[in-house]
């Protein structure tokens, strides 16, 4: 998959509260479906097609144990959309701390009213 | 005071939320994202870039025009919209859309300010037209990124080029 398609279907992925909910089960540890599926009122099936968007997108991949076949988090991919993010988030944060120092000048005057 | 952190997040297939605290009263925040003269010495982008251009008519229905400046070269950078729910000092509806499109169509911008113990809570969300207009943003992050280095590095270039 090319990067901005991928990074397509990892926003695309991470839309959705369920997968995300999953997502974060993931980060403590790998679970098995049923494991994943216990916090939902869901079935297993719905379960199921959400675990597939993820491994699509990559966020999550199985274990090999023939019964469990457990799920586990690929960090790396997480990672890559939050690079994306960090840097549109630093062009604001430069706008932001602008605006704290103005608040700060602002406050100061209200203090001491002309 | 430990620095307030800015949070990026996605929300949906087409929002964009923004969130951050300020150590101010809501009215203050408010006062400066709606009074031009407030507005103008903080929005201004990546270092080097002042705003010549700040047409504010706060009202229900009234328009803003917003034009940035880059001090070297003269480029210039403009954008402007419509205000659609104006309640101060909570909550301002705008739209946005760039002379330069650089993601399809505009998108809806909502601010809502939410005050508790002097602080404030400022939530931006950005409502694009579809995911990709979404991602184009996001990914455009990255390239004006790219874009302020090989500026500076044409500065550089251009300190250290001498006259044969």
Known sequence: MQAAHRLDAIFAALADPTRRAIIARLASGRASVTELAQPFAMSQAAISKHLKVLERAGLISRGREAQRRPRRLEAKRLEEADKWLERYRRLWEGNYQRLDALLEELKTKERKPR | ?164
Request: positive net charge; proline residues 5%.
């Open chain 2, 1 to 164: 005071m430990k620095r307030a952190e800015l949070k990026v997040t996605t929300s949906g297939d087409r929002d964009l939320v923004m969130t951050r605290v300020f150590a101010a009263p809501r009215k203050l925040v408010y006062d400066a994202h709606t009074k031009p003269e407030l507005v103008r010495q903080w929005l201004l982008g990546p270092p080097g870039w002042s705003m010549p251009v700040c047409d504010m008519d706060v009202r229900v229905g009234g328009k803003y025009r917003w034009e940035w400046r880059k001090d070297l070269g003269g480029t210039t950078m403009g954008m402007g919209g419509v205000y659609r729910e104006v309640a101060a000092p909570e909550r301002l509806v705008t739209t946005e859309r760039f002379d330069e499109a650089w993601y399809p169509g505009e998108s809806l911008n909502t601010l809502v300010l939410v005050e508790q113990g002097g602080r404030t809570t400022l939530t931006q969300t950005m409502r694009y037209e579809s995911r990709e207009a979404r991602e184009a943003v996001i990914k455009s992050g990255m390239e004006s990124g790219v874009k302020a280095s090989y500026d500076r590095l044409d500065e550089v270039l251009a300190a250290t080029a001498t006259p044969r």
